[in-house]
Structure formats: structure tokens, C-alpha cells
């Protein structure tokens, strides 16, 4: 695996089965960590109907994690029903700690990124003009433009915590 492109699944607080098809590893509102349908090493060689695909353009070699929450939202002043609350956060931090360690991803901006972030960088993929992770509920001072560096640094300490 090379690298892992972090979301939010626009749904509830927990997982439904159709998310758990698209997303490796989600987390619920209270931290807790559910599997997907598929393991991170079908996403080695995509195969349709064979791996989860979280990332348009982007799925091989990815593992996608994606934090339940955030229906309904627009933007910082109308986060709908479900933000993403301050243990999931930072449980999912952890979760990405632990599998860059376990496959030994580094911790940069081109290995793990969030979706907004490969949009971005991929304009011509279907992945461009998504919004997870443009904020994050708990940090509410951080920036759309920074929310990347700022879950890196937090995924950082956790590595060096573990």
C-alpha cells in the first residue's frame, strides 16, 4: 500500500453496509473502528466489484478510512446533524497512525491526504471538487487549506506515541 486518503462519509454516526463497501476501515461517533468489506490489499490491483472504492482515480494502492459523520453539511455555520465529534477525530488519527506504521507509509502530503486534498491534486479524476475534509468540527480554527497539515501532525504524534 502506498498511501491513505482520509474522508467522511456525509452519512450518520454509524456505518451502513453500503459505506462499508466503498471505505476500508470507519469510525463511528464514539471511536470505535469498523471494517469495511474489503481488506487494503484488494485495493492493490482494482478489480471491479473487488475493492473499495473510496477515491475516484486514486483507489490503487490506497487505503481509505473515513470518519461516519457529517449529513448535511454546507459549511462551518451549517454542519448538519452529524459532525464529526472530537473522539472519532482523533480515534481515526490513531487508526492512521497505526496502519502507516503497519505498512510502512511515511507521513507526507503525497501519502496521506484527504480527499479534498487528491481532488485537488487530480483535477481530472472524479475526485475533484470533493469537500472531505474541508473542516473539522472539533478544531473549528482550522483553515480548508490547512486541515491537511493539521491531520498529518496529529497522525505524526500518534506514530511517535504508539
Not at 485495493?43 to 471491479?48: D, M, S, T, W
Not at 483507489?59 to 473522539?87: D, E, L, R
Amino acid at each position: 500500500m502506498k498511501r491513505i486518503i482520509i474522508h467522511w462519509t456525509a452519512g450518520g454516526y454509524y456505518p451502513t453496509d453500503y459505506e462499508k463497501e466503498h471505505y476500508h476501515f470507519l469510525v463511528d461517533e464514539d471511536g470505535n473502528i469498523h471494517n469495511g468489506k474489503f481488506k487494503p490489499e484488494d485495493n492493490e490491483i482494482c478489480k471491479v466489484g473487488k475493492y473499495a472504492a473510496h477515491t475516484g482515480g486514486g483507489n490503487t494502492g490506497s487505503i481509505g478510512v473515513a470518519m461516519c459523520a457529517m449529513a448535511g453539511f454546507k459549511n462551518k455555520n451549517v454542519q448538519g446533524n452529524y459532525p464529526i465529534q472530537k473522539t472519532q477525530f482523533e480515534a481515526s488519527m490513531k487508526l492512521c497512525a497505526e496502519l502507516a506504521d503497519r505498512y510502512n507509509i511515511s507521513v507526507t502530503p503525497q501519502t496521506i491526504l484527504t480527499h479534498y486534498e487528491f481532488g485537488k491534486k487530480n483535477p481530472q479524476t472524479t475526485s475533484a471538487g470533493k469537500i472531505d475534509i474541508i473542516f473539522i468540527p472539533p478544531y473549528p480554527w482550522v483553515s480548508q487549506d490547512e486541515a491537511g497539515s493539521f491531520i498529518r501532525s496529529k497522525i505524526k504524534w500518534y506514530k511517535q506515541n504508539l
